[in-house]
């Protein structure tokens, strides 16, 4: 199972009122040639859906899930806090 650590979860919340101020927007893990990449989107039916203080914050579809499951998306212990997938 994919896991969203609380500060990732903040993180991401963050990104989405400070880049896209809608409410229903989300970031979805998308696979590229060179790994994995976070893009805007919306959730989808099917989806499974991360929230963070009440608010969707990351949304992963089936394929997305079965490929992530047991990684986890925390931060980097910097100021910076920069999302990091382990």
Known sequence: ??????TAG?????KLD?????EDAAMRFVRKRRGWK?????????????AHKG???LVL???ASELLAG??????????????LR
């Open 1 to 6: 199972m994919f896991t969203l650590t609380e």
């Open 10 to 14: 903040a993180r991401l919340a963050k």
């Open 18 to 22: 400070h880049k896209h101020g809608k």
């Open 38 to 50: 976070l893009q805007f989107d919306r959730p989808a039916d099917g989806d499974t859906v991360f």
């Open 55 to 57: 608010r969707t914050v």
């Open 61 to 63: 579809d089936a394929g």
């Open 71 to 84: 990684r986890t998306l925390d931060t980097t212990g910097t100021k910076a806090a920069k999302l990091c």
